[in-house]
């Protein structure tokens, strides 16, 4: 398939080099940066991110929040709970 994309000449040009410094065509290059970034845009969707929370002034969270449960923090927050 053929499409047309507007690139600035100063890009332009650096993919040029780029390409040619690694013997590859133009096409070919645009081509496989497009696949990379993509594939590499799907593994960082895919992965599970964990985060440490660090507290101050205590011992974490109270009994019974679940930090991955949104629905029952937002019950939580609304209703003044703890």
């Given amino acids: 398939m ?3 994309i507007r690139l600035s ?3 332009l040009q650096e993919v040029k080099e780029k390409a040619l410094s690694e013997n590859k065509s ?3 290059f645009i081509i496989e940066s497009l696949q990379e970034k993509l594939h590499n845009h799907r ?3 895919s992965q599970n991110i964990k985060y440490t929370l660090t507290t101050f002034n205590g011992d974490g969270t109270l009994p019974g929040v679940d930090l991955d449960d949104s629905a029952n923090l937002l019950d939580l927050m609304e209703s003044g709970s703890r």
């Fill in 26 to 28: 133009l096409n070919s």
């Fill in 43 to 45: 593994q960082s969707k």
């Fill in 9 to 11: 000449d100063r890009l």
């Fill in 2 to 4: 053929r499409t047309t």
